[in-house]
Nanobody
């Protein structure tokens, strides 16, 4: 069993930055890929970024590439999402997810544990 708790969301002006954190419980964190997804009302959940079990590989949605950075600290059982140059279209609830394998990529069915989400609102 893995429990995930996101934090760091909030309200920011366009062009600003936020850093999301996801604290994970359980002994398997360092053996699992991790991902960030986001969702807005009325839309399907959207992949944002993924990272392999050791941080050696990362993968981003085209919409955030060059602006967002995913990283992890296996000693702290935490994964991060640094978000820079934020745009109003980045407004969403952001979810952290734990992958089924060492590196789970951009498809949500490859993740089996999810946090409750943290709201990010970007004003224009």
């Amino acid at each position: 069993q893995v429990q995930l708790v996101e934090s760091g969301g909030g309200l920011v002006q366009a062009g600003g930055s936020l850093r999301l954190s996801c604290a994970a419980s359980g002994r398997t964190f360092s053996r699992r890929g991790m991902g960030w997804f986001r969702q807005t009302p009325g839309k399907e959940r959207e992949f944002v970024a993924a990272i392999s079990y050791n941080g050696g590989s990362t993968y981003y949605a085209d919409s955030v590439k060059g602006r967002f950075t995913i990283s992890r600290d296996n000693d702290r059982n935490t994964v991060y999402l640094q978000m820079n140059s934020l745009k109003p279209e980045d407004t969403a609830v952001y979810y952290c997810a734990s992958g089924k394998t060492y590196y789970s990529g951009g498809v949500d069915y490859d993740y089996d544990y999810w946090g409750r989400g943290t709201q990010v609102t970007v004003s224009s």
